[in-house]
């Protein structure tokens, strides 16, 4: 069944100039996305930073507010609902914080932060709140009798992400987004970071929305993955497929940055794909292809045309014009095996 569906959405933010503040442009975050989430699955979004990767996760959680598109939540169209409406729907989706550090109330107690969202919607009396709470903590492995009553800054990295998850399992919800929850924690950290999530995900029925830059970490993390560049989904596949068949030059760019260590994985993208600059800014999009000033693969067209996002067949579709039939479709490997 699916959770969670995004039709068209975008959401631009207004540039203006001068003293009267008048609009002369617009940063173009999310450009037209549309994407479903599966219940109790894990879909991964991944890019680079300024691809608008947490800017739709902010929408999907109503967080933010779209300039146009449909967000429909459990059946529900949810786009147009405004604060009051959106009470009860708010219970049923969460956000963890990139930086732990940041998240969390540095004024607080882990009790109270942790039992802040049970508060805000009128939950359970103080004495059973706090039960919820001393599970909630049993639950992401710290003992309550130790970090019950710590502030933020008395916990290490992993220990604030523990809380920061804990807070938001506080109001049972079935829809968790966790914008790069592993990218400000030490290697070994982001391994038992992510051992936790599975666990819950498991326990719980959860359903999760996971933000990341690193391709690697998600790959045995994600049923599924949609990778980002510049407000667009421009490849969206199941996770092995991606791995074995990337179809879009930016997503073989971004696995041949991968560190291998056997053959077998070296094999898969055999040459490491160098990308010339830097991501352009979202108020500054190029024309056409968004791609297309990075890309070693372009040909003629790819200036002009903006692509669709052409299904590929069994749940893959890529964002390119080497795959539109009406060019003949010539495919990336072979345009890369002309070139070679």
Known sequence: MTLLDARGLVKYFPVTAGLLRRRVGDVKAVDGVSLAIEEGTTLALVGETGSGKTTLGRLLTRLLTPTNGQIVFEGRDITG??????RPVRRQMQMVFQNPASSLNPRRRVKEIIEEPLVVHGIGTPVARLRQVRELLERVALPPRDFLFRYPHALSGGQRQRVAI???LALHPRLIVLDEPTSALDVSVQAKIIGLLRRLQRELRLTY???????????NVAE???VMYLGKI?????????????????????LSAIPTVSDEEAALIPEKIVLRGEIPSPSRVPPGCAFHPRCYA?????????????????GHAARCILYDPALGAPGLPNVIARRE
């Open 81 to 86: 609902l405004d604060e009051q409406a959106l």
């Open 166 to 168: 804990a807070r938001a």
């Open 209 to 219: 929305l996971f933000i990341s830059h690193d391709l690697s970490l998600v790959r």
């Open 224 to 226: 599924s993955i949609a």
């Open 234 to 254: 421009v490849e969206l596949a199941a996770a092995e497929r991606l791995f074995t068949s990337p179809s879009h030059p930016y997503t073989r760019a971004l």
């Open 298 to 314: 372009r040909i003629d067209g790819c200036d002009r045309v903006v692509p669709e996002l052409i299904t590929l067949g069994d």
